[in-house]
């Protein structure tokens, strides 16, 4: 047996949304790649009874395969978080490993306030962000451009490159206000930026992505048609980025990328990222 068929389970819990735990995990667990992780996520656990149930579980597992699963633990409730910590099994406290070091550091103890990290501290901020999402939403896919002109960035794109991910991703963690507009094939043919396009030129940013994957995304739910063929997908893709190159529009390659690094990559790389 080879560590490709190496299975591992690993609980995600916390007693929040688990956005935190969550993100911490993955990028954790992405270092092994030899191993199959079945990753299950637990959020909002706040009593001890629901903490008691999963420690139950995670008991049962290590009882029947002889392995306990990995638990990504964020509880600020002292009393539940130690049904885990002092049960026997795989705990990677997470929020613990750090707070205490840094009380140590500060010299003060933290609050030890559930959702601290998630909730509204600044209601300008929200009312920003959410404003900058509805905005996201209503230009997405080319729709309604005239409103480009209040667009902090355009981005632009064969279809299913990673378009609209990416804006709702920046309006909503950044605040800016993203517009998405996608390359028909008239467009790619005549090698021009459309004038919708021209008129914002120091907006655009591109996505494109390998061929072969667009290919994949576009077969699972085009299956049979042209535009989820071979062909049209290289050739849409090498049309798309010699537009880009032309006009001079910074692209980026999103094969192998999160939505959270095309999201930091294009903060990093543009004026719109720089006024943030």
């Known amino acids: 047996m080879t560590s ?6 690993a609980f995600i819990v916390s007693d929040r949304t688990g956005l935190t735990a969550e993100a911490m995990a993955h990028s954790l667990l992405s270092q092994f790649p030899g191993i ?9 656990v706040d009593t001890a009874a629901k903490a008691a149930e999963l420690v139950h579980r995670c008991r049962q597992i290590r009882d029947e ?3 306990p699963p990995l638990v990504f633990l964020t509880m600020v409730n002292d009393d539940i978080r130690a049904l885990f910590t002092d049960a026997d099994i795989g705990v990677f406290d997470l929020f613990q490993t750090f707070i205490g070091p840094m009380e140590a550091l500060l010299g003060v103890e933290s609050s030890h306030s559930i959702g601290k990290s998630h909730g ?3 209601e300008k901020a ?5 404003a900058a999402v509805h905005f996201a939403l209503q230009t997405d896919d080319g729709l309604d451009v005239e409103h480009y ?3 902090d960035l355009i981005i632009v794109g064969v279809s299913r490159c990673g378009k609209t991910p990416a804006s709702l991703y920046l309006s909503l963690h950044y605040g800016l206000y993203v517009s998405n507009y996608p390359l028909t094939d008239h467009e790619l043919d005549e090698k021009q930026l459309p004038p919708v396009l021209d008129a914002h030129k120091e907006k655009l940013f591109g996505l494109t992505i390998d061929p072969y994957r667009l290919l994949q995304i576009r077969q699972q739910r085009y299956q049979g048609s042209s535009y989820s063929n071979a062909d049209t997908c290289q050739r849409e893709i090498a049309q ?3 537009l880009f190159r032309k006009h001079r529009v910074p692209f980026l390659n999103t094969t192998r990328m999160s939505v959270e ?3 930091a990559m294009i903060v990093n790389k543009t004026k719109a990222g720089k006024r943030l």
């Open 4 to 9: 490709s068929c190496v299975k591992q389970t």
């Open 36 to 44: 199959d992780f079945q990753i299950e996520t637990f959020t909002f």
């Open 65 to 67: 395969s002889g392995t």
């Open 120 to 122: 509204v501290q600044d």
């Open 126 to 130: 929200y009312t920003s962000r959410i």
């Open 149 to 151: 002109r209040k667009a």
């Open 240 to 242: 798309a980025e010699g």
């Open 261 to 263: 690094e095309i999201g």
